[in-house]
């Protein structure tokens, strides 16, 4: 069974930073890109970073682009992604995703399976 556990999420003042994991299960997750999709209060779902397989070729949206870091530990089966200059409007739950086709990144329907969600808010 697949399984996508997220963590690491909280409360943070705007300019802070946190770290989000992501332990999977029940797949072969060094086979699989992986992404993180965040849905702010009373908005859809946006995908927010890929990563590929490997962990070699990295994409993220515009409005994360230079504050976020997305890395795997292949060994450890653990997605993660580092958010500095966090700012309020970066507020949402946070999941990450495994996508349907291994090599998929950066679309939304594309991913299969989902965590339960890290929640991370930003404010003073």
């Known amino acids: 069974e697949v399984q996508l556990v997220e963590s690491g999420g909280g409360l943070v003042q705007p300019g802070g930073s946190l770290r989000l994991s992501c332990a999977a299960s029940?797949?072969?997750?060094?086979?699989?890109?992986m992404s993180w999709v965040r849905q702010a209060p009373g908005k859809g779902l946006e995908w927010v970073s890929s990563?590929?397989?490997?962990?070699?070729?990295?994409i993220y949206a515009d409005s994360v682009k230079g504050r976020f870091t997305i890395s795997r530990d292949n060994a450890k089966n653990t997605l993660y992604l580092r958010m500095n200059s966090l700012k309020p409007e970066d507020t949402a739950v946070y999941y990450c995703?495994?996508?349907?086709?291994?090599?998929?990144?950066?679309?939304?329907?594309?991913?299969?399976?989902w965590g339960q969600g890290t929640q991370v808010t930003v404010s003073s």
């Open positions: 995703a495994r996508p349907r086709n291994p090599r998929a990144m950066g679309a939304l329907n594309e991913n299969d399976y």
């Open positions: 029940g797949f072969t997750f060094n086979n699989y890109a």
């Open positions: 990563i590929n397989s490997g962990g070699s070729s990295t």
